[in-house]
């Protein structure tokens, strides 16, 4: 192996010293290979660049099967083996199927094996003679023994290879030890050809069998973080510190380090620690450094070579130093990986090194550990012990637990699967009422002929309301169908719209728009302003829409009045705060403890804000209003929140009850409140003509900035029951929105960076077949000069495609300019595939950043 170069200095000389260990139990020697300058001075380490392993030559086999079959044999029916495997979920192709003949004697079975006669011979051994080699494992009797189901080989020990060429076979299968059987191999002479000293078996079944058989298993994975349960433990070897991003105990802002024990050692870098082991220091049993950071402004680019090149130094002289050999280096990141579907990477640069120490970990096992923290994260010392005595590779710390990555199917793990072939389809409840009835159920409104005012829409991207929440858990059972509002793109019409026109942009109101297509009435649509996108257009309507009719058209709100609403760090009390402050009212609020940061930001100060968990909230306003309470409340809450405040309205006024889990009968309230107007309402009784005259006012106000579009989370509708989840348990701020996937638009063109490699080929095949894509362009940096660009354009041509290629350094600003400015209008760019990507691999210790270098610059630089 391989790990250090050899640098030869201009002047002086190296010195060089090779290193050969006592043999083992089979006569191996570990050798290692090092050096050093000979002039150096102060620092004169010695430099690890090889190791491997000395071994004697191997003996003669001594087996010897020249007496064929062997004396005292008994024949064994072959006819029905293979009948027999494949019965058993073995089902051998031809090239496979080589034993003729067997023979028993004891405890050893021999078969005859051969290849069929146009099979290809260049192989040491070829794999399906190996592998016919085997089969008479059938007739061990192992079968019994292991409690049945298929023999299948699991673990290989002392395999040689005597001879090469051979294509027909004589061979010895004894019983080794435990289940393991010893395999002996002759040429037709009966001279040897290769043995195995050990091969462990195990049984599989039938059921695992068929499943491994089919052709579509586990065809496509994702990367889930799972929690580790009992993932309390305390970790109880030594730590030492690297660097002063690592900090001492006590009070820490969030992102601003990491904690550690007080009786951790420190040293400012790798250099100290390695000074400190020269002078007979303890070696710990974890150093814990953060990972590299870029310095604060840089640009993306710059950010992640800054920080990749200097993760690969600190790994190089990690590893350089066989002192530390069993100690493991744990590097600290914070929001570099996402490990839940409501995370974002926010820490790209972190986000790269780890990649390049998963690289690092996978040569040199037990040596690097990484831990990523919660951006907000306070206490870094339970969780990093907690990490480190999980003996994982890879750990995301979150809150009082960590996540762990591991491999899962796709569609598993609460993700929705659209139907397949289905023209559109919908988010539903379906069975029972709850999250996991939540399914993507066949909805064709598609296709349906438009009528009168109709709007087809595309959408791109949905709101999610408390409504939803309620309607999917069965709290309220008189209303059907999720999803009021969407934003996306007109696709068509109907004969008495004459102001819109396909292609154009749009928002608005929506009966179960959580789907890739929705008709809606026109009255209930309107253009996205310019600078919006689809995700900030989704999520305007419903929230302010409610806002400014329950206000306005129904409570009056007025200059100088004062309104309380409840739960305003969501999406309609945040509306609600910004119109109500239009419309010149004191507002008070309530919301989670944890969310009075956002309520702040918008301008309240604390004697206008309580919480939306316990009742102090009525004593509170009360005296912050000297007894006058409010006018108008504007309420989500229920039972006896409801009662706190209904007993603010002392002076009568109105109720607006929006959540309608606890409603109330509006003739008692006015009997138990004198001056208590009490109404339960939904937007959907303003009609079209009110809700367009609404949107148009609501959106003039964002166009004059007296409105803002609310903070927002984001999910794939495939995660809708990740989003429902968040939402019913009030953990957003703002507005949660779906995004809905786009399918590719035959009329468009489709971009692919690399697309003439191995990868870009493969994906151009199937957009082009598997996804209808008509217009496609490639670009690699040789262009149709690449090889095998000429036979892919014919391929994907004869498929239907019109395919330019164009030869382009992605990296290049200017020249990737030239390539989109080709795009024609009438086919504009609908996709883009960046695939293109440099290899230049190598082990940890031989990289340097100008190979590091020619890596990034083709995927950094060019998706920059």
């Given at each position: ?5 050899l ?66 044999a ?9 009948e ?11 090239v ?103 091969l ?30 009992g ?14 991003d ?49 310095v ?24 350089a ?32 090194a ?18 990523d923290?919660?951006?907000?994260q ?205 419309f ?74 929006m ?134 354009v ?58 590091v270098?020619r ?10």
């Amino acid at each position: 192996t391989l790990e250090a170069p050899l640098v030869l200095p201009a002047q002086g000389a190296v010195q060089l010293q090779v290193v050969v260990g006592a043999p083992d139990g089979q006569g191996a020697r570990p050798v290692r290979i090092y050096s050093r300058l000979e002039q150096a001075e102060g620092d004169r380490q010695w430099v690890r660049h090889a190791s491997g392993e000395l071994a004697v030559e191997g003996a003669a086999p001594a087996f010897d099967l020249a007496q064929w079959p062997p004396a005292g044999a008994e024949p064994v029916e072959v006819t029905d083996l293979y009948e027999r495997l494949a019965a058993d979920g073995l089902d051998y192709g031809p090239v496979f199927r080589g034993v003729r003949a067997a023979w028993r004697s004891g405890g050893d079975v021999f078969t005859e094996v051969e290849l069929p006669a146009d099979a290809e011979t260049a192989f040491g051994l070829h794999p399906a003679l190996l592998d016919a080699a085997l089969h008479g494992i059938d007739f061990t009797g192992l079968m019994s023994r292991t409690g049945g189901g298929t023999l299948l080989p699991f673990a290989w020990r002392g395999v040689s290879l005597h001879a090469a060429g051979a294509t027909r076979l004589r061979v010895q299968l004894s019983q080794g030890v435990g289940d393991a059987v010893v395999v002996r191999v002759a040429d037709d002479t009966g001279a040897a050809v290769a043995s195995v000293d050990g091969l462990t078996l195990r049984a599989v079944s039938a059921d695992q069998l068929a499943r491994a058989s089919d052709p579509h298993r586990d065809a496509l994975f994702r990367l889930d973080w799972v929690g580790v349960p009992g993932a309390a433990a305390a970790w109880a070897g030594s730590v030492a510190v690297l660097g002063t991003d690592v900090v001492a105990p006590g009070a820490v802002e969030p992102g601003t380090g990491v904690v550690v024990p007080g009786g951790a050692e420190r040293f400012v870098d790798l250099a100290a620690l390695r000074a400190a082991l020269d002078a007979g220091g303890a070696v710990p049993d974890a150093v814990v450094a953060v990972l590299p950071r870029a310095v604060e402004g840089s640009l993306p680019g710059d950010a992640v070579r800054e920080v990749t090149y200097r993760t690969l130094g600190l790994l190089q002289g990690w590893l350089a130093d066989e002192r530390l050999a069993d100690t493991r280096l744990v590097l600290v990141s914070r929001g570099a990986v996402a490990a839940s579907v409501d995370e974002d990477v926010v820490d790209v640069a972190g986000a790269a090194a780890w990649g390049l120490v998963r690289s690092a970990q996978s040569e040199t096992p037990g040596r690097f550990i990484l831990v990523d923290l919660d951006v907000d994260q306070r206490d870094t010392v339970d969780a990093l012990g907690r990490a480190l005595a999980s003996g994982e590779p890879q750990v995301a710390v979150r809150g009082d637990g960590i996540r762990v990555p591991r491999l899962a199917r796709y569609g598993t793990g609460g993700a929705l699967v659209p139907p397949t072939g289905a023209q559109g389809w919908i988010l539903d409840v379906t069975g029972t009422r709850s999250l996991e009835g939540l399914a993507l159920v066949e909805h064709a409104p598609a296709v349906a002929p438009l009528q009168g005012d109709e709007v087809r829409v595309a959408v791109r991207a949905a709101g999610v309301n408390f409504r939803d929440a309620v309607v999917a858990l069965g709290v309220v059972t008189t209303q059907e169908g999720l999803g009021s509002e969407a934003a996306g793109v007109v696709v068509e019409v109907g004969p008495e719209v004459t102001d819109l026109v396909p292609g154009d942009r749009v928002t608005g109101l929506a009966d179960q728009s959580f789907g890739p297509y929705v008709v809606t009435e026109r009255p209930y649509l309107a253009k996205i302003p310019e600078a919006w996108s689809f995700e900030q257009a989704a999520s305007m309507p419903i929230v302010f829409l409610t806002a400014y009719y329950g206000l306005r058209d129904l409570g009056g709100l007025e200059r100088g009045q004062t309104v309380l609403v409840h739960s305003a760090a969501g999406g309609v009390g945040m509306a609600a705060m910004q119109l109500a402050r239009h419309f010149g009212a004191e507002v008070f609020a309530t919301a989670s403890p944890g969310k009075w940061d956002t309520l702040r930001s918008l301008g309240l100060d604390d004697a206008h804000i309580a919480s939306s968990r316990d009742l102090e909230f009525e004593q509170r306003f009360l005296e912050a209003t000297d007894g006058r309470g409010v006018d108008v409340v504007l309420n989500s809450l229920a039972r006896e929140f409801v009662d706190a405040s209904l007993r603010l309205l002392p002076r009568g006024g109105r109720f607006l009850e929006m959540g309608k889990t606890d409603q109330r009968d509006h003739e008692q309230v006015a009997h138990d409140h004198p001056g208590v107007h009490y109404q339960a309402f939904d937007l959907a009784e303003a009609g079209p003509e009110r809700t367009q005259e609404m949107l148009v006012e609501v959106l003039r106000l964002f166009e004059e900035g007296v409105l803002t579009p609310l903070p927002l989370t984001t999910w794939d509708v495939r995660r809708a029951k990740d989003a429902l989840r968040h939402l019913s348990q009030a953990r957003h701020v703002g507005k949660v929105v779906l995004t809905v996937p786009r399918a590719l638009d035959p009329a468009g063109t489709v971009l692919i960076t690399g697309g003439t490699g191995t990868l870009g080929g493969e994906l151009a095949r199937h957009l082009v077949a598997g996804c209808g894509v008509r217009h496609v362009v490639l670009t690699s940096r040789r262009g149709l000069d690449a090889p095998g660009a000429g036979e892919l354009v014919a391929e994907l041509e004869a498929l239907g495609a019109r395919v330019r290629v164009v030869a382009c350094d992605a990296a290049d600003r200017e020249a990737l300019a030239g390539v989109l400015a080709g795009i024609p209008g009438a086919h504009p760019l609908t996709g883009v595939v960046h695939a293109a990507g440099v290899l230049d691999d190598g082990i940890v210790p031989l990289l340097t950043p100008e190979r590091v270098d020619r890596v990034l610059r083709p995927k950094v630089d060019a998706a920059v």
